[in-house]
Nanobody
Framework: QVQLVESGGGLVQAGGSLRLSCAAS????????MGWYRQAPGKQRELVAA???????NYADSVKGRFTISRDNAKTTVYLQMNSLKPEDTAVYYC???????????????WGQGTQVTVSS
């Protein structure tokens, strides 16, 4: 199976920065996509940034120019550098990966437990 573990969340003042990390482990054959979603109280979960179609990236319009997604050389850990944070960025940030598991027939979607990001005004 696959485990996704997020870290790096916390409390920061508006205009500050945080760097989130997500480490994937387990019986991984191939990671097709990997990235970050977030969910604020009472709102739908939304895409923040992700690697898709191998090396392509996709960002939400609301974070373009402020957030940057990156990966390690093994492509099993993703990072989200968040700069110029705003109160509206407050949410639980979830790591997501679409993974081909060893001995599986097709890719499967996995989620981490999430890490809280709170931005004070």
């Amino acid at each position: 199976q696959v485990q996704l573990v997020e870290s790096g969340g916390g409390l920061v003042q508006a205009g500050g920065s945080l760097r989130l990390s997500c480490a994937a482990s387990g019986s991984i054959s191939t990671i097709n996509t990997m990235g970050w979603y977030r969910q604020a109280p009472g709102k739908q979960r939304e895409l923040v940034a992700a690697f898709i179609n191998s090396d392509s990236t996709n960002y939400a319009d609301s974070v373009k120019g402020r957030f940057t997604i990156s990966r390690d050389n093994a492509k099993t850990t993703v990072y989200l550098q968040m700069n110029s944070l705003k109160p509206e960025d407050t949410a639980v940030y979830y790591c997501n990966a679409k993974v081909v598991v060893v001995a599986a027939l097709s890719p499967r979607n996995y989620w981490g437990q999430g890490t809280q990001v709170t931005v004070s005004s």
